[in-house]
């Protein structure tokens, strides 16, 4: 069974600190960018002073594209991370799947961003209540 939430209501939604990619400097961090493709990684990069700690989604604000990053990463620009304590690499990619059905909404014109991620609406899978009356939280998701 799923539930409707607001992203913001699941997540801590962040526009991520971000470093131009002629500034990188060599390294063996990801640098995500908007790419829509090889999980967001344009390259790699050692500006320590600029990493994003991982264990979560990213969205690139103009391709829509949402991937989950598992380790540290230096972002390039207009990159939006959720985070949760509770995700997991298993249930960051079942959620980078659902996000992305939202992709074709989105384009360079009318960009995914932050603001518009806090807002975005999404079923995600539940522990079922005995009780008909009950209210289902984000307490309630089922992040196995």
Same mark, same amino acid.
């Given at each position: 069974m799923t539930h409707? %939430?607001?992203?913001?209501? $699941? %997540?801590? $939604?962040?526009r991520c600190q971000n470093l131009?990619? &002629?500034?990188?400097?060599?390294?063996n961090m990801h640098y995500v960018t908007?790419?829509?493709?090889? +999980?967001g990684v344009q390259g790699l990069c050692g500006n320590t002073d600029f990493a +994003?700690?991982?264990?979560?989604?990213i969205i690139g604000g103009e391709s829509a594209v949402a991937f989950y990053q598992n380790e540290t990463f230096v972002a390039g620009n207009n990159i939006t991370a959720l985070r949760n304590e509770n995700m997991t690499e298993l249930s960051g990619l079942y959620i980078v799947a659902v996000l992305n059905k939202f992709?074709?909404?989105y384009s360079y014109s009318k960009a995914w961003n932050t603001k518009r991620v806090r807002d975005t609406i999404i079923a995600?899978?539940?522990? &079922?209540?005995?009780?008909?009356?009950?209210?289902?939280?984000?307490?309630?998701?089922?992040?196995?």
């Amino acid at each position: 069974m799923t539930h409707d %939430f607001v992203v913001s209501d $699941v %997540f801590d $939604v962040q526009r991520c600190q971000n470093l131009k990619s &002629e500034l990188c400097v060599p390294g063996n961090m990801h640098y995500v960018t908007r790419t829509a493709v090889n +999980n967001g990684v344009q390259g790699l990069c050692g500006n320590t002073d600029f990493a +994003n700690k991982g264990n979560c989604i990213i969205i690139g604000g103009e391709s829509a594209v949402a991937f989950y990053q598992n380790e540290t990463f230096v972002a390039g620009n207009n990159i939006t991370a959720l985070r949760n304590e509770n995700m997991t690499e298993l249930s960051g990619l079942y959620i980078v799947a659902v996000l992305n059905k939202f992709t074709p909404l989105y384009s360079y014109s009318k960009a995914w961003n932050t603001k518009r991620v806090r807002d975005t609406i999404i079923a995600l899978p539940i522990i &079922e209540s005995s009780d008909p009356h009950h209210v289902y939280t984000p307490d309630d998701i089922d992040w196995t």
